[in-house]
């Protein structure tokens, strides 16, 4: 994972965005928070330093891709590319300064710790014998308790006015991982702003298919590159790149 790269790319698509605050914003992000450097979960997909980057740069490359493919083309059709760009870089802003580095017990079946171990603190279960060993891991610190795409869209208004279809992705862009309670005023989000299905299906595929614990995952990664690639290879309407 090249974070030099990632911050650099990162901070040129936001440059794209032709609104007052973007210059703000882009320092906000690099002064005031850890967001380059800071995971984007605690265990999952990329629970390491600089995966809160990197993840953003993901959703950005599927959410992208949709508006290039035959079925979301007419439905994202009045979606500029500055929406594209900042509801899919910020849509996780809520997540910067909000992981810390802790400490947890977790199983290890390693045989030399396991025979190193003194023998009362070795235990066996169906997998062998095991020893509990701490180990470092990110946990949630939450310093600013405002929920999840609801605070992404607070910090992203303080520096830039967002548009209704920005507002609406951000904030409903964890779909159905919502309460239950809340799922009719999801629907309707979803069914008058499209953007908010097609960001929220970006951020699985991007989790859920490209993503590792530790990085992209090399095989979808050089499916990802070859796709992304692919628009500047065929483009001879001399229509610019969105993924530049």
């Not at 810390?100 to 171990?117: E, I, M």
């Not at 062998?128 to 992203?156: A, C, N, Q, T």
């Amino acid at each position: 994972m090249d974070n030099q790269k990632n911050i650099k790319r990162f901070e040129s698509l936001l440059e794209k965005v032709n609104r007052n605050g973007v210059n703000e914003l882009i320092n906000y992000i690099r002064t005031d928070t850890d967001f380059y450097s800071a995971p984007a979960s605690t265990q999952f997909h990329l629970a390491c330093e600089g995966g809160l980057l990197l993840h953003s740069l993901n959703i950005y490359d599927f959410l992208a891709i949709k508006k290039l493919c035959l079925v979301w083309n007419k439905v994202l059709k009045d979606i500029s590319d500055e929406s594209l760009i900042l509801v899919a870089l910020l849509h996780d802003l809520c997540k910067a300064n909000f992981y810390t580095k802790g400490t947890r017990n977790q199983k290890t079946y390693d045989a030399d710790k396991v025979a190193a171990a003194p023998k009362g603190e070795v235990k066996h279960d169906g997998m062998g014998d095991f020893i509990w060993e701490s180990v470092e891991r990110y946990v949630i610190d939450d310093k600013m308790p405002l929920g999840h795409g609801e605070k992404s869209v607070i910090l992203i208004n303080r520096f830039i006015n967002l548009t209704t279809d920005e507002i609406m992705a951000i904030r409903w862009h964890m779909g159905f991982s919502e309460e239950k309670s809340l799922y009719p005023s999801l629907g309707k989000a979803m069914e008058e702003y499209p953007l908010v299905l097609a960001l929220h299906e970006a951020d699985l595929e991007g989790s859920k298919i490209i993503e590792g614990p530790f990085g992209n995952k090399a095989e979808a990664n050089d499916i990802l590159l070859e796709i992304v690639e692919r628009p500047a290879q065929n483009n001879d309407n001399d229509e610019p790149n969105p993924f530049d």
